[in-house]
């Protein structure tokens, strides 16, 4: 049996304008950061939006600018570990802004393009590489992880699917690539033919052929991914100085090259101004479909 230790919670908040972002401080032998991801207010939809990648720095900002420590009620507490998170239990994210692209690219506005895109680049080499000789990050995906929302879990040094997960690179669909990190996060893990193979395929992906192919470290049953999350914090902790050694020579032996994605940004926003309107179509006939789910789920949760 697994141990469990049950913690204290501390819910202080310190950045009181954050809309699509709450964390959440477990007390315990070693402190851990929960972050939850929330849908954008407007549209329902779990997805980066510049809101949320705003959000997102500025919790990777204040650990850096406080060395580590979080601020509670209590006062500043070491953080040994950040788990992300989303409030839905079906989505964990669907990905970028759609609908952001395409206002950007109907008004040609490539300057706004590659601004996003890099803001995306650099939270995910922050994330990667954020204090990793005294903290470790956990994704817990609890439902769909598509595009940058897969990018944001791969950016996480373990991950945990419970069993209903899927996720997926649905943007070869209308004619474009991940726009960010896809290719070096993946190939931390896989090898490249076949990181390849899995942006252009179009295919969506079980929980359980992505832990068979070494991208997802843990699968559990549906609704035990907090439970699940708990138990590795205790077995991680109780060789926690070993562990993070071995994790500084994985960041080592395989680190993001920041120069190749700058490039990758460059190709997407090139591609992105140059949609066929066939392809654009098929980018709008997305955004329908995500909203569409999107509203039938909250329905179903609703009766």
Known sequence: MNAHVHTNIDTFEPFSHARRTTTELHRGKNDSLWLTLHADDERGINNFTPTLLSELREVI?????????????????????????????????????LSYFRRCIAERDADALREYSTHCLDLLMDWSTLMKDRMTTVSLIQGRALGGGWEMALSCDYIIAEEHSSFGFPEIMFGLFPCTGAMGLLTRRIGAVQAERIMTSGRVYTARELHSMGLVDEVVPTGSGERAVEDYIVRHGNR???????????????????????????????????????????????????SSAIRGDAQRKAA
């Open 61 to 97: 900002g204040a650990l850096k600018r406080d060395d580590g420590r979080w601020d509670t009620l209590a006062g500043p507490r070491n953080v040994s570990y950040i788990v992300v998170k989303s409030s839905d239990p079906e989505y964990f994210s669907v990905g970028g802004d």
């Open 240 to 290: 926690r100085e070993a562990f993070l050694k071995v994790q500084q020579s994985r960041i080592r032996m395989a680190p993001l090259d920041y120069i190749e994605g700058m490039r990758i940004v460059d190709d997407w926003v090139e591609l992105a101004m140059r949609l066929s309107p066939a392809e654009l179509r098929s980018m709008e006939m997305l955004i329908m479909m995500q």
